[in-house]
């Protein structure tokens, strides 16, 4: 099966930056979309970046001119730049993937196990 794996979360202050990664690892044919979601405690999850195989981009309005997603197909990683925080960025950070795994011709959704992004002062 596949397997996504986050990392670069933490604790920063409010205007400050963070570089989240996540590697996907697996019998993985090939990657369509990649992309980040965030749920805040009490809230419901939301899309915050996504980006196609063919580097084709979407943010929520709240991260535009902040947030920047990018992707290493030939690593399988997407990355998600984000600068000057806010703490209502704060949140847990999932990482998602539509793969199509060797030998199948469907495609089906991965999520990684999340990475804490906390902003305050």
């Known amino acids: 099966q596949v397997r996504l794996v986050e990392s670069g979360g933490g604790l920063v202050q409010p205007g400050g930056s963070l570089r989240l990664s996540c590697a996907a690892s697996?019998?993985?044919?090939?990657?369509?979309?990649m992309g980040w979601y965030r749920q805040a405690p009490g809230k419901q999850r939301e899309l915050v970046a996504a980006?196609?195989?063919?580097?084709?981009?979407n943010y929520a309005d709240s991260v535009k001119g902040r947030f920047t997603i990018s992707r290493d197909n030939a690593k399988n990683t997407v990355y998600l730049q984000m600068n000057n925080l806010k703490p209502e960025d704060t949140a847990v950070y999932y990482c998602n993937a539509v793969i199509i795994l060797k030998g199948n011709l469907y495609q089906t959704d991965y999520w990684g196990q999340g990475t804490q992004v906390t902003v305050s002062s």
């Open positions: 980006i196609t195989s063919g580097g084709r981009t």
């Open positions: 697996g019998r993985i044919f090939s990657i369509n979309s």
